[in-house]
T-cell receptor
Framework: EDKVVQSPLSLVVHEGDTVTLNCSYE??????LLWYKQEKKAPTFLFML????IEKKSGRLSSILDKKELFSILNITATQTGDSAIYLC?????????????FGTGTLLAVQP | EPEVTQTPSHQVTQMGQEVILRCVPI?????FYWYRQILGQKVEFLVS????????KSEIFDDQFSVERPDGSNFTLKIRSTKLEDSAMYFC???????????FGDGTRLSIL
């Protein structure tokens, strides 16, 4: 059975801290790994990773994939209160013309002033 | 920035009734998806749709569920005879390629009484 596991489940930090969120997976027909940020409603797309070892970066956020060890990390540096959200990891699995996404439970990040 | 729009935001209906959830995907996207999230659980894949047909569906997507693209802009999910266990947040997503990032709407919270 396809499985995506995120850790930690929740995290409380202070503004300015650096955090690392983890995502491991066991799936057949891996196509991609995606990170989303969910604040109130819609999961908002952050990154899609398909190749090992290539870091994707957007401002204070960065992510990298290890396809040999089957995991990814999402780093957030100099955290701000606006980073407080649930961070979802999802793995895209081949399904013909489309990929279906297999989601983890998410990591709830709370950034305190 | 273009976004996926879902209506209604909250739907309350009696068990056994039919319900239609509506989505307007991003305008140049051709790949459409429905996911659901039961309270406290992971986001789960329901169905993907491309070229006017279902590309893939999960075990959850049984004969009570159907999807349709009735015109050039809408994408709907119909549940024929709702059950209590259908209560969940239903997310629509779209992408501009079968293996491209999926962009999510704000969801419809479905409550079955």
């Amino acid at each position: 059975e396809d499985k995506v596991v995120q850790s930690p489940l929740s995290l409380v930090v202070h503004e300015g801290d650096t955090v690392t969120l983890n995502c491991s997976y066991e799936v057949t027909n891996f196509r991609s790994l995606l990170w989303y940020k969910q604040e109130k409603k819609a999961p908002t797309f952050l990154f899609m990773l398909t190749s090992s070892g290539i870091e994707k970066k957007s401002g204070r956020l960065s992510s990298i994939l290890d396809k040999k060890e089957l995991f990814s990390i999402l780093n957030i540096t100099a955290t701000q209160t606006g980073d407080s959200a649930i961070y979802l990891c999802a793995v895209g699995v081949y399904g013909g013309a489309t990929n279906k996404l297999i989601f983890g439970t998410g990591t709830l990040l709370a950034v305190q002033p | 920035e273009p976004e996926v729009t879902q209506t209604p935001s909250h739907q309350v209906t009696q068990m056994g009734q039919e319900v239609i959830l509506r989505c307007v995907p991003i305008s140049n996207h051709l790949y459409f998806y429905w996911y659901r999230q039961i309270l406290g659980q992971k986001v789960e894949f329901l169905v993907s749709f491309y070229n006017n047909e279902i590309s893939e569906k999960s075990e959850i997507f049984d004969d009570q569920f159907s999807v349709e693209r009735p015109d050039g802009s809408n994408f709907t999910l119909k549940i024929r005879s709702t059950k209590l266990e259908d209560s969940a947040m239903y997310f629509c997503a779209s992408s501009d390629g079968g293996h491209q990032p999926q962009h999510f709407g704000d969801g419809t919270r479905l409550s079955i009484l």
